[in-house]
């Protein structure tokens, strides 16, 4: 919740106390785009036309500017803060002269050279970017990423990095003399930019010298406005939608594949992040745009404004295309629902209608990924809380009931399955992969090697991977892995990619050696695609149950302004023949799929079918 900043002692509002921090130069900018300091949290409000062509010109240029700017000014500056001031800064800008004007001093401070001006009325080039006559010792600075570096988690930069990389300074020519040097953009709005991508440096930093913009680590004023960020702001939802819309625009490596309007979802949730009305509905916002990258890894976190730890009683998916209850607590079961019941309304509203819904807030590659989560986000909730239910049992009978959100989602009620690692029939052994642990798989072994056959069950995400290396006499290696190495901004040109090395898994003994079937299905993600792809590559086993989630790679989450944290895949996975895999999958070969029938019935139909291959001599 936003508090006034009493200890600045003055009533200054964030947005006031970084332009008097960081931006000295915002004097510069025409009278009509210095809008007065708004009280924090501002409300809620549309766009004007003007002021949508406004925020997405500046949402770009911060992009370009952050991005890829070499200065060190740029290196050393706050993004959040400066773009939560720029989208209080530009909006009311009108026309393009005055836009123009307001973008270049604002930006100036951190890209001393930067050139905004009305399309068709370049001027000439700063002086600045002409080395001085004297000078020696010069170095060219760009930009080099290996994926996105400056957003990563730290535990991922040795993955994701970005650096500035320095080249010999041949002559003394202006930046801009080559053509790799300047970057030159139409922001619309009736305004171009030029971006330097290259920047001589001396042993003083980055020419031309300029003051280090304040750091917020540094003041503890600028501290204070950083803390009151929030959701609640408009201003600050701007700024959110803008930091996290160029992270994916530069650096996800699907744009390729997936079919996406990229431009038209930044003024999508513009739109909508000028009238949320707090940060909560905000958060569905920014679910839509991530939704918008069709990324099974894509979600939106922010515990401080929604995180359900309560579920309702019960478990349920979605079967034949209909919701349905597959398992049930005592409290569900006192009033009366049954496995195999199928919902047909929540809270009066029909379950088409919830299930589009929902799932248009869903990030997903494939159909199939965003029906299995589906069931889970709907059984979520504040402990407590009400939901009715409207149901249709297997004879066709409908009845209401109201359930609560009363149990833990570690305690949710589960399917039945066999123990971790069992022998189910003589002979046949079964290995749950979700649960078994390296310790569980060494105990094991020396039956699995000699069982006639092996059921293994990759349905969720494994807790091992030691298994792969008794299933073949010849080394395995993985998927491709493949970072992609962004020198320029909107992905230009075909980038270069970082192999950051395949598993290599050699065979070790003792070999099992009778038939393997492995069970998988739509849930499966990331890892447990891993080893499916290496299933399917080197013909291991037969594959029973549903094409998995088409997505793998390892995220890179990165948090925006009001605190909210975005997850991605920041990589590339092709299969083993270079193939795509993003939004295909692994496809069984064997297909089988969960009936209403069978979910009434009890039975774990795709159990069933790999038992029956088992039973099967090849």
């Known amino acids: 919740m936003h508090k006034r900043?009493?200890?600045?002692?003055?009533?200054?509002?964030?947005?006031?106390?970084?332009?008097?921090?960081?931006?000295?130069?915002?004097?510069?900018?025409?009278?009509?785009?210095?809008?007065?300091?708004?009280?924090?949290?501002?409300?809620?409000?549309?766009l004007s036309e003007t002021g949508m062509r406004n925020l997405i010109a500046f949402t770009r240029l911060l992009g370009y500017v952050r991005h890829f700017?070499?200065?060190?000014?740029?290196?050393?500056?706050?993004?959040?803060?400066?773009?939560?001031?720029?989208?209080?800064?530009?909006?009311?800008?009108?026309?393009?002269?005055?836009?123009?004007?307001?973008?270049?001093a604002?930006?100036?401070?951190?890209?001393?050279?930067?050139?905004?001006?009305?399309?068709?009325k370049q001027p000439e080039a700063p002086a600045g970017l002409t080395p001085p006559a004297g000078a020696t010792d010069l170095k060219l600075l760009s930009w080099r990423h290996v994926g996105a570096g400056q957003v990563a988690a730290p535990r991922l930069r040795g993955m994701y990095h970005s650096e500035r990389v320095s080249s010999p300074a041949d002559g003394r020519a202006p930046?801009?003399?080559?053509?790799?040097?300047?970057?030159?953009?139409?922001?619309?709005?009736?305004?171009?930019?030029?971006?330097?991508?290259?920047?001589?440096?001396?042993?003083?930093?980055?020419?031309?010298?300029?003051?280090?913009?304040?750091?917020?680590?540094?003041?503890?004023?600028?501290?204070?406005?950083?803390?009151?960020?929030?959701?609640?702001?408009?201003?600050?939802?701007?700024?959110?939608?803008?930091l996290a819309?160029?992270?994916?625009?530069?650096?996800?490596?699907?744009?390729?594949?997936?079919?996406?309007?990229?431009?038209?979802?930044?003024?999508?949730?513009?739109?909508?992040?000028?009238?949320?009305?707090?940060?909560?509905?905000?958060?569905?916002?920014?679910?839509?745009?991530?939704?918008?990258?069709?990324?099974?890894?894509?979600?939106?976190?922010?515990?401080?404004?929604?995180?359900?730890?309560?579920?309702?009683?019960?478990?349920?998916?979605?079967?034949?295309?209909?919701?349905?209850?597959?398992?049930?607590?005592?409290?569900?079961?006192?009033?009366?629902?049954?496995?195999?019941?199928?919902?047909?309304?929540?809270?009066?509203?029909?379950?088409?209608?919830?299930?589009?819904?929902?799932g248009s807030l869903i990030s997903s590659a494939t159909p199939q990924y965003r029906r299995f989560l589906l069931p889970f986000y709907l059984r979520a909730g504040v402990v407590g809380s009400d939901v009715r239910l409207k149901l249709q049992n297997l004879g066709g009978g409908q009845r209401e009931v109201v359930l609560r959100h009363t149990v833990k989602a570690s305690e949710a009620p589960a399917?039945?399955?066999?123990?971790?690692?069992?022998?189910?029939?003589?002979?046949?052994?079964?290995?749950?992969?979700?649960?078994?642990?390296?310790?569980?798989l060494k105990a094991a072994l020396p039956k699995l090697a000699e069982a006639k056959a092996v059921i293994f069950?990759?349905?969720?995400?494994?807790k091992t991977n030691d298994f792969l290396h008794y299933l073949s006499d010849d080394t395995l290696e993985s998927p491709i892995w493949q970072i992609p190495i962004v020198t320029r901004p909107d992905r230009q040109g075909v980038p270069e990619y970082d192999a950051s090395g395949r598993w290599e898994l050699l065979p070790f003994e003792p070999r099992i050696k009778g038939r393997i079937i492995f069970m998988t299905g739509s849930g499966a993600i990331s890892n447990a695609e891993s080893v499916m792809g290496i299933i399917q590559a080197y013909h291991l086993a037969d594959i029973v149950g549903e094409t998995t989630a088409g997505t793998n790679g390892n995220v890179n989450p990165f948090t925006v302004p009001g605190g909210y944290t975005l997850s991605w895949t920041g990589m590339r996975v092709l299969r083993h023949d270079g193939t795509r895999h993003h939004g295909v999958g692994i496809s069984p070969t064997h297909p089988v799929s969960r009936t209403i029938k069978g979910i009434a019935e009890g039975r774990d139909e795709v159990m069933e079918k790999a038992l029956e291959l088992a039973r099967t001599p090849r």
Request: glycine share 6%; hydrophobic share 45%.
């Open 175 to 242: 930046i801009g003399s080559q053509p790799d040097q300047i970057f030159t953009a139409d922001l619309g709005a009736g305004i171009t930019i030029r971006v330097a991508l290259k920047l001589y440096a001396d042993a003083a930093g980055t020419l031309p010298h300029r003051a280090l913009p304040v750091l917020v680590r540094d003041n503890p004023l600028l501290l204070v406005a950083q803390e009151q960020t929030t959701g609640d702001d408009r201003a600050t939802r701007f700024a959110a939608v803008a």
């Open 5 to 46: 900043m009493l200890s600045v002692g003055v009533g200054f509002t964030a947005c006031t106390i970084v332009a008097l921090f960081i931006t000295p130069a915002r004097a510069q900018a025409p009278d009509d785009c210095r809008q007065a300091a708004a009280a924090v949290p501002e409300a809620a409000r549309p």
């Open 415 to 440: 399917e039945s399955l066999p123990g971790t690692i069992a022998e189910i029939e003589a002979g046949i052994f079964y290995f749950d992969i979700d649960r078994a642990t390296g310790d569980d």
């Open 245 to 358: 819309w160029n992270v994916f625009q530069n650096f996800y490596p699907y744009f390729d594949v997936v079919e996406t309007g990229w431009p038209r979802e930044l003024e999508r949730a513009l739109t909508t992040a000028a009238t949320d009305p707090d940060a909560r509905a905000f958060r569905d916002t920014l679910r839509r745009l991530v939704a918008a990258l069709h990324d099974g890894h894509g979600s939106v976190f922010n515990r401080a404004v929604y995180a359900p730890t309560h579920v309702l009683p019960l478990a349920w998916e979605i079967a034949e295309d209909k919701l349905v209850i597959t398992r049930v607590a005592s409290e569900a079961a006192e009033a009366g629902l049954k496995p195999g019941d199928v919902v047909l309304a929540m809270n009066g509203e029909p379950i088409d209608q919830v299930l589009a819904r929902e």
């Open 106 to 120: 604002f930006f100036r401070p951190v890209a001393p050279t930067v050139q905004v001006f009305p399309t068709g």
């Open 69 to 104: 700017h070499p200065s060190d000014q740029a290196a050393g500056a706050d993004w959040d803060m400066l773009a939560i001031e720029g989208m209080r800064h530009m909006e009311p800008c009108a026309g393009p002269e005055r836009l123009a004007a307001a973008l270049e």
């Open 457 to 462: 069950d990759l349905r969720g995400y494994p």
